[in-house]
């Protein structure tokens, strides 16, 4: 486990004014439908932010706040999406028990799995959460009769929403779909904020902290790295899920080992010490994604020059900088 | 009864012998110190009493229940706690959450996802006690790293203090500092025994330190004990001086 | 039926020296400087290609020897050009540059190269096959065990004989204390890359002589190489032949009996090694955490 003293990269643990920055992240948010399309983007393109937002947050509890690498949590949110699509093509059509499959499924395998690796530290836990989701990535490649193999889940889309007074259209009213995918990220994002106030959440940035102090103060270390991860699963789960509905379809490569590294990247570059970093790393990545691969055919070499370009120069992160920009 | 009884510990690592049978016994409310040349095992004989690994022979009772297999955190939870050679805290927090986090861990909320009104008024009295009793109030919001290493060695013994521990084990608590802050460390130490009445084992190099605060030393070299008593006898027994001077040929 | 397992095996032990060759690259890279390389495939492929282009020169076997070198030159020039920069910080920034790095040489090589696969030829004696009962053994199948062999008793003899092998061998285990030696870690970092990158070259000379050249030939050794490492112990280079092997063969003889799970066998043997004996076959205790 990395302490200050081998990390060379240090940042405070909570940003200087953490409500400010809420707030202009939500204003932002409960906006966009009306200065997207001004910009020339598109709906369906924050949402999409939204999805890998909420995944590298998710992602980011053990990266930034438990310092624990997992380099595949693809696989969770892959596992989430097929389990939304499964759920909405064999077992109901209905959208909020399709989130409660894909978070099923992806939580609980991600929990088993999380008990083998516990004891796991630094490359060899990201090795070994690489190797286990490319088996996630090669069964759901494999079992062409339940998930359509290479082509992916089709023949699936969300249901609207019934609220008992009221039906709610998300499944062609794109803007209310929008609403939806940010109802559902507030309410995920602002778990994610309490359990890190908890006192649950306080021994795990203890044990990124100094695992050693971390024991002697009597915390079992590897049952909370176990639990910390089973809930980033859950929740990166409830990303993919959500990245289900978005596209009415589950691809396979939602799964692969790629999608973990641009997880992993979204999250560095956006801040892992900042709550919200991962999510203005989404963005970042989302945007500079889509306008590069509209430009060229060669998008590949732009996205690892992007991988190379942060760890070598802003290993911060955005928020990074400029929460070390205020303090001074 | 002893709070601590260490029966012919001894640790091998292959085929050298860190700790050679070596028994001792510490008094609740005792100071004891543990000294002896580099290599004597010191460091050896604290990670077993701490659990940080087990003897290859030998027993250690803990107020009268035997710890010798028991993982750190059942000897934790038991009521022993320790500090480190090198200082271990959690840097990027500052003192406060250090803190908070032994009180929590000591209350049992550590995996709580929620805790009321009442709790945290609990928690926050556990923080303070230790911030006054170590002498940090003023430092409380810094962030540990920042601190001068003498304070960081307070901090790290105030959180250790949150466990309410029946055995504090300190770990050369002045390594590497200066006049100053051995001062304050050790009247630190001080204050912890003679008013607290904490037991409390340490190590150390220092010996004005060790001769004025220990009711008791035990000497090691070697992997064995060497010697045992008060700071008078050890000053005047010739084993002593003869591990720690050479012979005086 | 005997000649099917043996066509299996065969194929087997040929595919598990492509993850040896990979795997024993990575192994050493992981262990000294605490680096995944994810671009490792890539090295591999860069390998195959740089033959390719020097062929027409220098010939086969000219290709053979130079290919490997340049490969490794490679390796030595981004070692000391980006991953040494982010040894003294927190891992996730090398697996990331690795990862990035990885992108970017997949899509040089199918800018330069195109993205279709590209036939190589290899020597006419080294083409024909052993016999006409076993057709599937051809010389240069022979010929390629053959000189995996040699490169790993190679590679073991380097370490065990040579001041810098056995250096590396020393910082693996201790790397602070053969600095205070006054060894220069950084250089040694650096020529562990260029042996590793070098193995990855070799195999990717080698693979393109079976199975021809495209962008991301590597990638589908990349992940049985990290499970020959789990499989056969982190910290152990003996553990990591041996995890190479056996995941090579057992997926050739599940082929046997039953095709359709070959690439599931191999992650079913790691999950069995996790499961009973978490450090691997050969791993040491503790090295894993």
Redesign the interface.
């Known amino acids: 486990m990395s302490t200050a003293t081998t990390t060379a990269v240090t940042t405070p643990v909570m940003p200087a004014r953490p409500w400010l920055t809420t707030a202009i992240i939500f204003a932002a948010l409960l906006t966009v439908p009306v200065w997207l399309p001004m910009l020339g983007g598109y709906t369906a393109l924050a949402g999409r932010v939204l999805v890998l937002g909420l995944a590298a947050m998710s992602f980011n509890l053990l990266l930034g706040f438990t310092g624990v690498m997992s380099f595949g949590h693809a696989a969770y949110f892959g596992l989430g999406a097929y389990g939304a699509g499964l759920t909405l093509k064999y077992i109901a059509p209905s959208t909020p028990l399709a989130m409660v499959g894909g978070v099923l499924l992806g939580g609980i395998l991600g929990s088993l799995f999380g008990r083998l690796i516990a004891q796991r530290r630094g490359v060899y836990f990201a090795m070994v959460t690489v190797a286990f989701g490319q088996i996630a990535f090669y069964v759901t490649y494999s079992w062409d009769s339940l998930t359509g193999g290479y082509d992916g889940l089709r023949g699936f889309s969300r249901a609207p929403l019934n609220l008992g007074f009221t039906t709610i259209d998300i499944t062609n009213n794109s803007t209310y779909f929008y609403y939806f995918l940010l109802f559902v990220f507030a309410v995920a994002t602002g778990l994610q904020a309490l359990l890190l106030a908890s006192p649950f959440g306080r021994t795990l940035v203890a044990i990124r902290e100094n695992e050693r102090r971390a024991r002697f103060l009597g915390i079992p270390i590897e049952r909370h790295i176990w639990m910390s991860f089973s809930i980033s699963c859950c929740f990166t789960a409830l990303a993919g899920a959500l990245y289900a509905l978005l596209n009415n379809f589950a691809d396979p490569m939602g799964l692969h080992y790629s999608l973990s590294g641009e997880i992993v990247i979204m999250t560095v570059m956006g801040g892992m010490r900042a709550f919200w970093g991962p999510l203005i790393g989404a963005a970042l990545f989302v945007v500079l994604q889509d306008y590069i691969s509209s430009m060229t055919v060669n998008w590949m070499s732009f996205v690892g020059l992007i991988f190379v370009l942060v760890v070598l120069f802003f290993p911060r992160g955005l928020l990074g900088m400029l929460q070390k920009g205020t303090e001074k | 009864m002893s709070m601590l009884d260490i029966r012919n510990v001894t640790k091998q690592f292959g085929s050298l012998v860190a700790v050679n049978s070596v028994s001792m016994q510490v008094a609740a409310g005792e100071l004891r110190a543990i000294i002896g040349p580099n290599g004597a095992g010191k460091t050896t004989f604290f990670n077993m009493i701490s659990g940080f690994f087990s003897p290859t022979a030998g027993d250690i009772v803990f107020d009268g229940t035997t710890v010798t297999k028991l993982a750190v955190a059942e000897r934790v939870a038991m009521g022993m706690a320790r500090t480190f050679q090198i200082t271990e805290i959690f840097p990027e927090l500052t003192v406060r959450e250090n803190i908070r986090i032994g009180v929590e861990s000591a209350l049992g909320l550590r995996q709580r996802f929620w805790i009321g009104a009442a709790q945290k008024a609990a928690v926050n009295r556990g923080i303070d006690e230790a911030l006054i009793l170590t002498g940090l109030t003023v430092n409380a919001d810094r962030l540990v790293g920042e601190l001068s290493h003498g304070d960081q060695r307070a901090a790290e013994i105030a959180t250790a203090l949150t466990l309410k521990p029946r055995l504090l084990l300190l770990d050369e608590p002045t390594a590497g500092m200066g006049e100053h802050e051995t001062y304050a460390v050790a009247n630190l130490i001080r204050r912890l025994h003679k008013n607290s009445a904490y037991t409390i084992v340490l190590i150390e190099h220092d010996m004005r330190v060790v001769f004025n605060l220990a009711d008791k030393i035990t000497v090691l070299g070697e992997g064995k004990m060497l010697a045992e008593g008060t700071p008078d006898e050890i000053a005047a027994n010739p084993i002593v001086q003869e591990a720690y001077l050479g012979k005086a040929e | 039926m005997l000649q099917l397992v043996l066509y299996n095996v065969t194929n087997g032990l040929i595919i598990g020296a492509f993850y040896v060759l990979m795997a024993l690259g990575l192994s050493l890279i992981?262990n000294l400087s605490?680096?995944?390389n994810?671009a490792h495939g890539n090295f591999l492929a860069l390998g195959g290609y740089i033959a390719f282009v020097l062929t027409p020169f220098l010939g086969y076997w000219g290709a053979l020897i130079v290919s490997p070198l340049i490969t490794a030159l490679f390796g030595f020039a981004i070692e000391r050009l980006?991953i040494r920069?982010?040894y003294?910080?927190?891992?996730?920034?090398?697996?990331?540059?690795t990862?990035?790095?990885?992108?970017?040489?997949?899509?040089?090589c199918?800018?330069i190269w195109g993205p279709s696969g590209l036939q190589t030829s290899i020597p006419d004696i080294l083409s024909a096959p052993l016999s006409a009962d076993l057709f599937f053994i051809t010389w240069y199948r022979i010929f390629m065990v053959a000189l995996v062999i040699a490169a790993v008793s190679g590679l073991f003899a380097f370490l065990r004989f040579t001041r810098v092998g056995i250096r590396i061998r020393a910082g693996t285990l201790d790397l602070d204390t053969v600095s205070i030696l006054g060894v220069n870690v950084g250089m040694l970092r650096s020529l562990n890359f260029a042996v590793g990158s070098l193995l990855a070259g070799l195999a990717g000379v080698l693979a393109a002589g079976q199975v021809g050249l495209n962008p991301n030939m590597g990638d589908d050794l990349l992940?049985p190489s990290?499970?020959a490492?789990?499989v056969g112990g982190?910290g152990s280079l003996t553990g990591t032949l041996c995890g190479g092997l056996l995941i090579g063969v057992a997926g050739a003889l599940t082929t046997v009996f039953w095709p359709?799970a070959s690439?599931?066998v191999i992650?079913v043997i790691?999950?069995v090694v996790?499961?009973l004996r978490?450090r691997g076959l050969m791993g040491q205790e503790g090295m894993?955490?």
Not at chain 3, 88 to 97: A, E, M, Q, T
Not at chain 3, 99 to 108: H, K, P, R, S, Y
């Open positions: 992981l605490n680096v995944i994810f980006m920069r982010v003294s910080r927190d891992p996730v920034y090398s697996l990331l540059l990862f990035g790095l990885a992108f970017i040489m997949q899509d040089a199918r800018y992940m990290f499970i490492i789990i982190v359709a690439e599931a992650y790691m999950l996790l499961i978490p894993m955490s």
